[in-house]
């Protein structure tokens, strides 16, 4: 189980910066997404052309854009409870 909502783990990747992206589920739980979601996991770069910090504070929340080749993500998660 997990104590986030699946949007906050979608933006995770973009978020994130790893030599290894690491995406885990299982075949049975990726049957229930939205096909939005398995569209977004099987089309999100791996590496970045270029990260802007769009706003954020250390241990409350965070915002980032980045863009590989013309296409952009922005994504943003909170740390508060």
């Known amino acids: 189980m997990s104590n986030t909502i699946s949007s ?3 933006a995770l990747p973009v978020l994130f910066q790893s030599g ?3 995406l885990a589920e299982t ?3 990726m049957s229930h997404m939205p096909e939005y979601v398995k569209d977004l996991l099987r089309e999100i770069f ?3 052309d270029e990260t802007k910090f769009v ?3 250390p241990g409350e929340f965070v915002i ?3 863009r590989s080749g013309k296409t952009w993500y ?3 998660i909170n ?3």
Do not use: K
Request: proline share 4%; no cysteine; charged share 10%.
């Open 64 to 66: 980032l854009a980045r």
């Open 46 to 48: 791996a590496t970045w």
């Open 8 to 10: 906050f783990q979608l």
């Open 55 to 57: 706003d954020g504070f």
């Open 27 to 29: 075949p049975e739980g």
């Open 79 to 81: 740390g508060g409870g």
């Open 74 to 76: 922005i994504a943003g």
């Open 20 to 22: 290894i992206q690491n």
